[in-house]
């Protein structure tokens, strides 16, 4: 056992505990009509291991995988997806703790990456989508709307060097109405157009 889950010894003095043989795994636990129901390890071939709650055949409840390549899982399982709340841990360092809908983060959770970088807020099929802010480990932060990893929509952009920039994003440049302020006091405000300052704008 790796996880403190549940007693796998006592699960094995049970009269419903039992083994099943498959192709690629051996099950151990608790069987109901020949099904994995209850709680049961499995056990694949290359290095790669589930300890947790079964229910007709499939993990669900809460659980523990942890896959050939180091990565590990540990939280709710639906249907044998990751589902609900869970942490996801990755070989290299990098950790997500948040929600998670039919095995991607969906929801609301925290990443954080290996070199310094996180983004809280929320996720949509396991990208930034929605309202999050993301934090660079040169000091950047950007608060506001994203689609599919991308800034996008109404937000706040404060970068390293003072600068700061408040208004709207389409695909990941300033686009639309905005001000821009710079560290040494001087400001746009006006229109952007893919990043650039394009259109009616007063500059002070």
Not at 171 to 180: F, L, M, R, S
Request: charged content about 30%; some cysteine; glycine content about 18%.
């Amino acid at each position: 056992m790796q996880s403190t889950l549940f007693n796998y010894d006592q699960i094995m003095k049970e009269e419903i505990f039992g083994m099943k043989k498959y192709q690629d795994a051996v099950y151990r636990g608790q069987l109901l009509n020949g099904k994995r129901d209850g709680f049961g390890v499995m056990v694949y071939r290359k290095n790669r291991v589930y300890e947790g709650q079964w229910a007709h055949d499939y993990r669900e409840g809460k659980g523990m995988e942890k896959y050939s390549n180091g990565n590990k899982y540990e939280g709710d399982f639906k249907k044998g997806k990751a589902d609900g709340k869970g942490v996801y841990n990755w070989a290299n360092g990098e950790v997500y703790d948040g929600e998670w809908k039919n095995g991607v983060k969906e929801g609301y959770g925290m990443w954080r990456g290996i070199f310094g970088d996180s983004y809280l807020g929320q996720w949509k099929n396991s990208k930034a989508d929605g309202h999050g802010v993301h934090q660079w480990k040169n000091g950047d932060r950007y608060e506001g709307s994203w689609v599919n990893c991308l800034k996008h929509g109404k937000a706040t952009d404060m970068f390293a060097n003072g600068d700061v920039y408040t208004g709207n994003y389409a695909y990941g440049k300033p686009d639309g109405a905005g001000i821009y302020k710079w560290k040494n006091g001087s400001i746009y405000t006006g229109e952007f157009k893919e990043g650039l300052k394009n259109g009616f704008g007063e500059w002070k």
